[in-house]
């Protein structure tokens, strides 16, 4: 199922963009305002509700997910059995990393979708080769 899609979106990438006071926010805030095709993951978008609910809370969680649903052109891929199957062997592929089952999906999802470029703060998702945006401009 791949979308073409030019970059994977991790959850950092997402924050960044979302909260002003991240350190990354002028980077995120120039690269979102022209957006080639994006990628991300159901379960980017669960760690990224999660974050700002336990970081602020219920309102700016709610914000977060209505900023996700109107975001384009980004597609959300699902996180089903297979997607954590795939996830859970790259988890024990690269069992010396402190990987969450979220990095390793999206590690999954890049090579998957065939991504040329990962918008990411987090640098266990350049293990697989995919460039991280922070380290191109």
Avoid: N
């Amino acid at each position: 199922m791949a979308t073409s899609a030019e970059a994977y979106v991790d959850t950092t990438a997402l924050i960044a963009f979302a909260d002003r006071s991240d350190t990354w926010h002028p980077l995120f805030r120039r690269l979102f305002s022209d957006p080639p095709l994006l990628v991300t993951t159901a379960l980017v978008v669960a760690e990224g509700h999660g974050w700002f609910l336990k970081r602020y809370d219920r309102i700016k969680a709610l914000q977060f997910l209505a900023m996700v649903e109107t975001m384009r052109p980004l597609t959300v891929l699902p996180a089903g059995p297979r997607e954590i199957e795939a996830a859970s062997g790259l988890l024990r592929r690269f069992r010396d990393q402190d990987l969450t089952l979220v990095d390793a999906s999206g590690l999954h999802s890049m090579d998957a979708e065939s991504v040329r470029c990962c918008w990411s703060t987090d640098f266990h998702l350049g293990l697989t080769g995919v460039p991280l945006v922070i380290h191109e401009r």
